[in-house]
């Protein structure tokens, strides 16, 4: 005759009529299992780290175009590359981006007030290395000035901005900006494209090219 008891979360069937020790050794048989099998169990730590790294790379292959934002705090000018844009409203003309709650850059440009964000063309590819990571040689760029703002000559858009908000958003700081004003040349420049942790070139729109406008929500 069998019966079956539990041991930790295993059930395991003993013969009841088996002698003491093969009882016994039946139940280190099921402990040991039960060892095993402890790292298979829920642990909130390593699920959250596999979850912020699975969601990254899936993130990852949305593909974006990349910026520049610009300010001038203190006398300084402070600048951060990103790819968080977003147009957010046509009346009014608003934008938001996001940057890390450490970001020093994030800080000056909120103490400031206003910024610039300047899209990138693919010829630009080391000025978003270089606002991205501040490491290396400065690459060679043209700042313009005018009325409290700083851009990026040569980008393929720029937008002048006041800060209209800003709001908490886990581990970063959504920055909302008012769009004061805006310019950028006839035609666009080749595109400067973010995509699983690379930048990549991309052709610009030929003149010819049927446009396709996307829907409202």
Known sequence: MSKTCRIGFLPVSIDTDATQPLRDKLRIIAAERGRNLSSFRHNPVKDMEEQSRIYRRLFGRFATGVAVVLAEDEGKT??????????????????????????????????????????????????????????????DFELQRDGGYVWLAKSNGVFRCEVEASHPGGDHRIIVGRVAGLHGPDECERLLIYHEGRYVHLPARRANDELMEIPQP
């Open 78 to 139: 402070v600048g951060i590359t990103i790819n968080s844009l977003t147009s957010t409203s046509l009346d009014p003309l608003l934008l938001l981006f996001c940057v890390n709650n450490e970001s020093r850059s994030g800080r000056s440009i909120l103490s400031a007030g206003r910024f610039t964000v300047n899209i990138l063309g693919a010829h630009q590819e080391e000025i978003a290395r270089y606002f991205a990571n501040r490491t290396g040689l400065v690459p």
